[in-house]
């Protein structure tokens, strides 16, 4: 398996950057993950993270060095990332959970899969035409889609990963890549700023490490002061007998070898990889009842 890979993210005109992407694979597999930890609620960055390093842990452990099924892998590693976020608010007594996007792509056998949750998108283009694009789980999109009237601040989800309730995602089929198709993982940093068609003519015909840049770039120009933080995390789908300078050939490593851009130390408790229903009903509850105790503590005060 060969690809060529880059990855860039801008802190913009925020005082953070709350966004998290990386990448690791095994000789048969690799996967691509990206995360944008949302404002409004402590700790994004935190709960971007926390989601990289629990997909990533799970990718590890399962991809052996093909993982068995990628959508179902895909499902169990968006939801472990919910759950880990659940446990570390809890442990930390939060009042209201951190809270994050998702956007995960596996390769393996010459094809892609793919699972999103929240905003953060996914492109697929072939020979500068988009092949396929993730839909937001916004109520803008939702408008777009539907025809429903809906809220039209298009910054407003109606789900993510560390909200009290289950995330709603979509997983794609499996799909057969052809030679120099192109996926890119983006937050909304990127497309709030650059149209489809200013995206695809800015990664038609150029390798991966010059149009992850020029993207970023141009998103940053045209967002001004007030831009977003901007995350691309990109690869070009090769034959062995392509190489650029950002090619990864996984058939240089052994069959049990992992290897990962994803930091692993932080807050992820690695003992433990699942939390049954009732343990994610008691970490709720623990968290809505602090927030009531605060919101009554107020009410004294007033």
């Given amino acids: 398996m060969k690809f ?48 990289l390093q629990a997909v990533s842990l799970h990718f590890q452990q ?36 951190p809270r994050t996007t998702l956007v995960a792509a596996v390769l393996q056998e010459g094809r892609v899969t793919w699972i999103h949750c929240g905003d953060s998108r996914l492109y697929w283009v072939r020979e500068g035409q988009l092949v396929e694009r993730t839909r937001d789980h916004s109520y803008s999109e939702m408008r777009k889609v539907s025809g429903v009237l809906t809220p039209a601040n298009r910054n407003v989800l109606f789900t993510c990963l560390g909200s009290p309730s289950k995330p709603i995602f979509d997983v794609s089929e ?9 996926i890119m993982l983006c937050s909304d940093g990127l497309w709030g700023s650059l149209s489809t068609a200013e ?43 392509n190489f650029e300078p950002s090619s990864i050939s996984t058939l240089e490593i052994d069959d049990l070898d992992f290897k990962s851009t994803i930091q692993a130390a932080g807050p992820l408790d690695e003992s433990e990889d699942d939390l049954d229903d009732e343990a ?23």
């Fill in 4 to 51: 060529s890979v880059f990855q860039l993210s801008r802190r913009g005109g925020r005082a953070l950057n709350e966004d998290r992407m990386g990448y690791c694979y095994t000789r048969e597999a690799a996967l691509f993950v990206l995360a944008d930890g949302m404002g409004g609620h402590p700790d994004g960055e935190i709960a971007a993270q926390i989601a």
């Fill in 199 to 241: 995206i695809l003519q800015l990664m038609h015909g150029k390798v991966v490490a010059h149009f992850v840049p020029m993207l970023v770039d141009s998103a940053l120009k045209r967002a001004g002061d007030s831009s977003d933080n901007v995350t691309v995390l990109a690869l070009v789908w090769e034959t062995p007998n």
């Fill in 280 to 302: 994610i009903e008691r970490s709720i509850a623990e968290i809505n009842d602090a927030i009531r105790r605060s919101a009554e503590r107020q009410k004294t005060k007033v």
């Fill in 62 to 97: 399962k991809a052996k060095p093909l993982l068995a099924d990628p959508r179902l892998f895909l499902e169990e590693a968006l939801l472990l990332a919910h759950r880990q976020i659940l446990r570390y608010a809890a442990a930390k007594g939060m009042m209201d959970t």
């Fill in 174 to 182: 499996t799909k057969r890549l052809e030679e120099g198709d192109q």
